[in-house]
């Protein structure tokens, strides 16, 4: 890497090492994929109401990917989510343990089938569940945990499955992020006991938008089905004695899945590889390049992290290093520089209002309202991991094209940067 520059920082009024690369946008389709949903509009395909076409086709394909034995195409990775805890026969009450620092949508479904997030913390290195604060969460009403996989990059499943195991709990893993990665020989979404995908316009397989669960129970599967499909693939799907009589009505929710959005998600599956592939070249690159200046250390890998997903490249921002200069303050310089970095925007769950407020269990607008299912309550500063994960967290995007030229200058602007943290220290301190 070329010796980091020592004029004066562009925040200051210098010049930018670089010019700002615009955002990864979502793959365009290709004249192939145009073709095949040109010919579905034109004989009117345009909805599916039992196992047929473009949805049948993706769900087998994606699930032979993971080695799932049943998948499910429904209209977005919440509603896989949502599916999955109906699909493990989640009762009022019980309770499940899941991380604290995770999009929302990973634990707010639980709300909807009157099921008791109980919040854990995350290892403060990963953003991922931190199995070694699982115990002391467990009570006589824990059922089931909920695993995200954080920018892509595997929980470590060896060691929740374990704990799974031990305690009877149901296991569900939000793969949201996390399409092709690989934990300790598996891909992941094949551990527990049902899986969610989001297929959504910025994911590695998308759909536009979109979402698939993936189980190997026939008793998840069916009860998902019939969650969110009725009438014909329902009665299709559900043969069991306990639920066959009840396939033709469901429970009323339509989370079907676009025809076209699983044709377009095809097309994506099968550029998988390719875009993995370069994804993992830029991933790469810039733990080669960021390597050695000061105040940043490259995403941990931990033996069992065969392969990430490459959904977000989230180095740590190591403070003491630059004498103590705030993660923000350099996040701006840097942004000034033509760095496109930035901070994760998401608060941990147990700071939100959601999990703070005792009144948001007892409003009209919420499905559990009235009732006392045992909701927990947080103080901020009870899951000290992820806190100091959200402190050092920084994110550069993932490009799914060559980015060799660009990640050079970006690391000699945060070479830049690093160099002249002091001025910035200064600069702080007025």
Same mark, same amino acid.
């Given at each position: 890497?070329?010796?980091?520059?020592?004029?004066?920082?562009?925040?200051?009024?210098?010049?930018?090492?670089?010019?700002?690369?615009?955002?990864?946008?979502?793959?365009?389709?290709?004249?192939? #994929?145009?073709?095949?949903? $040109? *010919?579905?509009? =034109? %004989?009117?395909?345009? +909805?599916? @109401?039992? !196992?047929?076409? /473009?949805?049948?086709?993706?769900?087998?394909?994606?699930?032979?990917?993971?080695?799932?034995?049943?998948?499910?195409?429904?209209?977005?990775?919440?509603?896989?989510?949502?599916?999955?805890?109906?699909?493990?026969?989640?009762?009022?009450?019980?309770?499940?343990?899941?991380?604290?620092?995770?999009?929302?949508?990973?634990?707010?479904?639980?709300?909807?089938?009157?099921?008791?997030?109980?919040?854990?913390?995350?290892?403060?290195?990963?953003?991922?569940?931190?199995?070694?604060?699982?115990?002391?969460?467990?009570?006589?009403?824990?059922?089931?945990?909920?695993?995200?996989?954080?920018?892509?990059?595997?929980? #470590?499943?060896?060691?929740? $499955? *374990?704990?799974? =195991? %031990?305690?009877?709990? +149901?296991? @569900?893993? !939000?793969?949201? /992020?996390?399409?092709?990665?690989?934990?300790?020989?598996?891909?992941?979404?094949?551990?527990?006991?049902?899986?969610?995908?989001?297929?959504?316009?910025?994911?590695?397989?998308?759909?536009?938008?979109?979402?698939?669960?993936?189980?190997?129970?026939?008793?998840?599967?069916?009860?998902?089905?019939?969650?969110?499909?009725?009438?014909?693939?329902?009665?299709?799907?559900?043969?069991?004695?306990?639920?066959?009589?009840?396939?033709?009505?469901?429970?009323?929710?339509?989370?079907?899945?676009?025809?076209?959005?699983?044709?377009?998600?095809?097309?994506?599956?099968?550029?998988?590889?390719?875009?993995?592939?370069?994804?993992?070249?830029?991933?790469?690159?810039?733990?080669?390049?960021?390597?050695?200046?000061?105040?940043?250390?490259?995403?941990?890998?931990?033996?069992?992290?065969?392969?990430?997903?490459?959904?977000?490249?989230?180095?740590?921002?190591?403070?003491?290093?630059?004498?103590?200069?705030?993660?923000?303050?350099?996040?701006?310089?840097?942004?000034?520089?033509?760095?496109?970095?930035?901070?994760?925007?998401?608060?941990?769950?147990?700071?939100?209002?959601?999990?703070?407020?005792?009144?948001?269990?007892?409003?009209?607008?919420?499905?559990?309202?009235?009732?006392?299912?045992?909701?927990?309550?947080?103080?901020?500063?009870?899951?000290?991991?992820?806190?100091?994960?959200?402190?050092?967290?920084?994110?550069?995007?993932?490009?799914?094209?060559?980015?060799?030229?660009?990640?050079?200058?970006?690391?000699?602007?945060?070479?830049?940067?690093?160099?002249?943290?002091?001025?910035?220290?200064?600069?702080?301190?007025?």
């Amino acid at each position: 890497m070329p010796p980091p520059h020592t004029t004066t920082l562009a925040l200051l009024g210098g010049e930018p090492t670089t010019s700002r690369l615009p955002d990864p946008q979502p793959r365009p389709p290709t004249e192939e #994929d145009l073709a095949l949903v $040109t *010919a579905m509009l =034109r %004989r009117g395909e345009g +909805a599916y @109401v039992g !196992d047929e076409g /473009q949805v049948r086709e993706l769900e087998s394909e994606f699930g032979q990917l993971v080695g799932a034995r049943h998948a499910l195409a429904v209209n977005s990775g919440t509603s896989a989510l949502y599916s999955a805890f109906f699909g493990i026969g989640l009762e009022p009450g019980d309770e499940v343990l899941a991380p604290t620092y995770t999009f929302l949508a990973t634990v707010m479904p639980l709300f909807a089938v009157n099921a008791v997030p109980v919040l854990a913390d995350v290892d403060e290195r990963t953003g991922n569940l931190d199995p070694a604060d699982l115990e002391r969460h467990l009570t006589p009403r824990t059922r089931a945990i909920v695993v995200t996989h954080l920018n892509g990059v595997p929980a #470590d499943m060896p060691a929740l $499955t *374990a704990f799974a =195991r %031990r305690h009877q709990l +149901a296991l @569900v893993e !939000d793969c949201s /992020q996390a399409h092709g990665a690989i934990c300790a020989g598996k891909h992941v979404g094949s551990f527990g006991d049902a899986a969610a995908f989001s297929l959504q316009a910025k994911k590695t397989v998308s759909a536009g938008t979109g979402g698939i669960l993936l189980t190997n129970d026939q008793r998840v599967y069916e009860r998902a089905v019939m969650l969110g499909h009725f009438l014909d693939r329902a009665e299709q799907a559900v043969t069991s004695d306990e639920y066959a009589r009840f396939a033709s009505t469901g429970f009323g929710h339509n989370l079907r899945m676009h025809p076209v959005g699983a044709a377009l998600a095809r097309g994506s599956l099968r550029a998988l590889p390719e875009t993995l592939r370069i994804r993992k070249a830029n991933y790469d690159l810039l733990d080669q390049l960021l390597t050695g200046i000061p105040g940043l250390c490259p995403p941990v890998r931990e033996p069992y992290m065969d392969e990430l997903g490459y959904y977000s490249y989230q180095p740590l921002y190591v403070p003491e290093e630059l004498g103590g200069l705030s993660a923000e303050l350099f996040v701006r310089a840097a942004v000034a520089e033509g760095v496109p970095l930035s901070k994760p925007r998401s608060a941990p769950l147990h700071c939100t209002p959601v999990f703070t407020d005792p009144s948001w269990h007892s409003r009209t607008f919420t499905p559990h309202a009235g009732t006392d299912r045992g909701y927990r309550h947080y103080r901020t500063e009870q899951f000290p991991g992820s806190l100091r994960y959200l402190e050092r967290a920084l994110r550069l995007p993932v490009y799914s094209t060559d980015i060799r030229d660009h990640a050079e200058r970006w690391a000699q602007a945060l070479a830049k940067v690093a160099t002249q943290a002091h001025v910035l220290r200064a600069y702080e301190s007025r």
